[in-house]
């Protein structure tokens, strides 16, 4: 959906509003934030018990998003260990073993395992929170830095072994862990988490090599699903993300009401955009789902209908919705409405992260002393980085967009995404500056939206969202651009305190425009979930690096606040 076009002179005044907006806003922002950090830290290093989960614990099978009773899952063939047996006691918890042995994604049929229900997983581990009361892929890299920054660096580490569990008897890394998730991954950045914590062993005085060696084994055979059909991009060489399931995504029809009705509505009144997602019932299109009726009618307020047939949903685009939904950015426009097209896209997010997922299993193997493995995975870094060079960076926009399959041209949706390549450290130096001048289309008084468009999803304007300013800010910074880095950081940090000091809260997604919690969602779930794992993370992280005289008031209150732990 794009933006409304003006005239020259009513953009310059927009933008000079705009501009002074965001000048105010910040000077309040500061003002009033200042000595506003402290409380939140405090807040955060008081709250990660409330946030971590075991199977010692009941509260940990519950599932918001499912109205299923309590149960637990073990894979097939493992034995069930003593504490499963006690919380089978305690908590009233039903058991009961996958139908199959998992050695990938996609192998077992979700749709047979009734009800649906916790996979178990032998550490503890931290959740988001609200809804989300299970372990998540991408979100569990942003509140690892956070347990490290608090000095859980064992809580952290136990969460990167459940991860490793999940590779040996589930397939992958799973976008969480429930049996409905069984089909698909999320961002992957495992690697990441295993040089956190190992990094942060080592300065402990700790260096653990074996645990490296073995880390090292997970992340390699993890990363090859993402460079195999069915997550190839078409001939680009490049990846996709892609859902092994098929129909409506499980916990949508519980949690999402209505999303699936407005999506075919939104296509049956644009045709040109829903040709291969919406079908005339017993039409050519393979289709699968809930019908839906489509009547005509004449006149507001008392209008005369007639049904005028009945449509349904393809499985091409359940396909997408479910991919969106590996992607992590479920919902916004930038693969097409609703994103109905994420798996006819090869994303600049993804094809990043996995040049960092190469690049940090080089240094890996380096360190382990696999010099052959070293040179291979360096050989395979270079290859994406010439691909993602030579389909997703257009140099007439100054931009990384993804780019789109069908059509075999880059898309021009502009995403905060586009700074993905700074953090992961393929861009060029020229690239880089390109960058750097584009954050403009972003900054907003409170962090940066994740796009200039707003759509009505969660994942466009003018949201903004904890992981997606760390990845700029440490972009941008890694690329000598501080002053950019330090300013964003300020203004979402400024964001997360002032709605703290307003509801003693921390949320999972923030107005970046007005820099509040309010959030009108139309498209997908509505809630603004409080918790929240990953903003609890970045949080501190952002913080962290922030130079100290802009927060030294704060910096002056966290030394003098005693330990949480």
């Known amino acids: 959906m794009a933006r409304t076009q003006r005239t020259s002179s009513i953009w310059i005044s927009v933008v000079l509003s705009v501009v002074a907006f965001q000048f105010h806003t910040a000077a309040v922002f500061a003002q009033q934030n200042n000595s506003g950090f402290a409380p939140v830290v405090r807040y955060i290093g008081s709250h990660w018990d409330e946030l971590t989960r075991s199977m010692t614990r009941c509260d940990s099978v519950v599932d918001p998003k499912m109205p299923d009773a309590a149960l637990l899952y073990l894979p097939a063939n493992f034995p069930e260990p003593d504490s499963v047996k006690q919380m089978e006691k305690a908590c009233k918890v039903r058991v009961q073993h996958l139908p199959v042995v998992i050695q990938h994604p996609g192998q077992a049929d979700v749709g047979a395992i009734s009800p649906s229900g916790l996979l178990f997983l032998p550490n503890s581990y931290v959740v988001p929170g609200g809804r989300f009361n299970e372990m998540y892929g991408w979100d569990s890299y942003f509140i690892i830095l956070g347990l490290i920054r608090d000095g859980r660096i064992d809580l952290a580490r136990g969460m990167v072994e459940n991860f490793f569990f999940e590779i040996d008897h589930y397939g992958t890394v799973l976008n969480a862990n429930r049996t409905y998730y069984l089909t698909r991954s999320q961002p992957p950045f495992l690697t990441s988490m295993i040089r956190a914590i190992h990094d942060a062993e080592k300065s402990a005085g700790r260096e653990d090599k074996d645990w490296l060696e073995r880390a090292y084994e997970f992340a390699a055979r993890d990363y090859e699903m993402w460079t195999r059909e069915p997550h190839l991009a078409g001939a680009t060489g490049l990846s996709r993300y892609y859902d092994f399931g098929d129909g409506p995504a499980a916990e949508s029809l519980q949690d999402e009401a209505g999303l699936y009705r407005k999506v075919a509505g939104y296509f049956v009144v644009h045709p040109e955009l829903g040709r291969s997602f919406v079908t005339v019932k017993g039409g050519a299109l393979e289709a699968t789902g809930s019908d839906f009726s489509v009547q005509v009618c004449e006149g507001t307020a008392h209008p005369d209908c007639d049904a005028a047939g009945t449509v349904q949903l393809t499985a091409d685009y359940y396909k997408g919705d479910r991919s969106m939904r590996e992607s992590g950015f479920d919902i916004s426009f930038r693969f097409g409405a609703y994103g109905a097209a994420t798996h006819h896209f090869a994303p600049v997010c993804l094809n990043s992260l996995l040049y960092k997922t190469e690049k940090d299993l080089e240094e890996i193997s380096q360190l382990l002393g696999k010099t052959a493995e070293a040179r291979e995975w360096q050989h395979r870094s270079q290859a994406r980085k010439k691909r993602i060079d030579k389909y997703l960076w257009d140099e007439r926009r100054g931009l990384f967009l993804d780019y789109d399959l069908r059509t075999e041209a880059r898309s021009t949706y502009e995403y905060v995404t586009a700074f993905y390549?700074?953090?992961?450290?393929?861009?060029?130096?020229?690239?880089?500056?390109?960058?750097?001048?584009?954050?403009?289309?972003?900054?907003?008084?409170?962090?940066?939206?994740?796009?200039?468009?707003?759509?009505?999803?969660?994942?466009?304007?003018?949201?903004?969202?904890?992981?997606?300013?760390?990845?700029?800010?440490?972009?941008?910074?890694?690329?000598?651009?501080?002053?950019?880095?330090?300013?964003?950081?300020?203004?979402?940090?400024?964001?997360?305190?002032?709605?703290?000091?307003?509801?003693?809260?921390?949320?999972?997604?923030?107005?970046?425009?007005?820099?509040?919690?309010?959030?009108?969602?139309?498209?997908?779930?509505?809630?603004?979930?409080?918790?929240?794992?990953?903003?609890?993370?970045?949080?501190?992280?952002?913080?962290?690096?922030?130079?100290?005289?802009?927060?030294?008031?704060?910096?002056?209150?966290?030394?003098?606040?005693?330990?949480?732990?």
């Open 421 to 565: 390549p700074l953090w992961a450290g393929l861009a060029s130096l020229r690239q880089a500056q390109a960058l750097a001048r584009k954050v403009k289309i972003f900054e907003r008084p409170g962090g940066l939206a994740t796009s200039p468009n707003e759509t009505g999803g969660q994942w466009d304007y003018p949201y903004g969202w904890a992981p997606l300013q760390l990845l700029a800010v440490e972009g941008l910074r890694r690329y000598g651009y501080t002053a950019d880095a330090d300013r964003i950081a300020y203004e979402f940090l400024s964001t997360v305190a002032e709605n703290f000091r307003r509801e003693g809260t921390i949320r999972e997604k923030y107005n970046v425009v007005t820099g509040t919690s309010e959030t009108l969602v139309s498209a997908g779930y509505q809630a603004n979930v409080v918790g929240f794992g990953w903003t609890n993370g970045v949080f501190l992280q952002l913080l962290e690096e922030l130079p100290k005289t802009m927060i030294e008031p704060s910096v002056k209150e966290k030394e003098e606040m005693p330990s949480s732990h």
